[in-house]
């Protein structure tokens, strides 16, 4: 087990996870049956508008892992909780070198502890297709599928 140190940031630190995002967008984009295209043209500041909007309408929380010795980020969570007490893990990701040793557990525990003490009362995670086998991660948390999504591919995507 390596030596893994975790901790809470703001908005503000945003950019720290941005070689982690892009992994995780190049992972999606190799997954996705139906908008590939659409993750190729999704860059790292559209996704830091997006959650700029978080922030700015609700509260936003980034949880992140770090390798104790480097101080290398190795994980992130982004988590959300809405005007309405709506939160959400809006983005998750594990470098695949310290997967399944705990990481994703620590931080989705930290995540979803923050919305119940910030009064959540509901929270959910979007998974996209061809990540479905992500579901059983999500469901040892209590998550279980509610409804299916689903969107028209326009021209492009």
């Known amino acids: ?7 809470s ?3 503000s630190e945003i950019d720290i996870i941005r070689p982690l995002w892009e ?4 992972h999606h984009a190799g997954r996705s049956e139906h908008f590939r295209a659409w993750y190729e043209r999704m860059n790292f500041g559209e996704r830091k508008a997006y959650f700029r909007n978080l922030h700015e309408s609700g509260k936003l929380r980034l949880d992140l892992a ?7 980020p190795v994980g992130y969570c982004v988590s959300s909780l809405s005007r309405e007490k709506a939160g959400e893990i809006e983005s998750l990701f594990v470098d695949p ?5 705990g990481v994703g ?3 989705v525990t930290r995540a979803l502890g923050w919305m119940d003490s910030s009064g959540a009362v509901r929270k959910r995670v979007s998974v996209g297709c ?4 992500t579901q059983t991660f999500y469901q040892k ?7 299916t999504v689903l969107e028209q591919k326009n021209p492009g995507n």
Do not use: I, K, Q
Request: aromatic fraction near 12%.
């Open 9 to 11: 940031a703001g908005f």
């Open 1 to 7: 087990m390596r030596d893994v140190a975790y901790r």
């Open 141 to 147: 948390f209590g998550f279980v599928p509610r409804l």
């Open 97 to 101: 070198g310290y997967r399944s040793e």
């Open 66 to 72: 770090v390798d104790h010795p480097t101080g290398n």
């Open 105 to 107: 557990t620590t931080l």
């Open 130 to 133: 061809g990540n479905e086998d």
């Open 23 to 26: 992994e995780l967008n190049r």
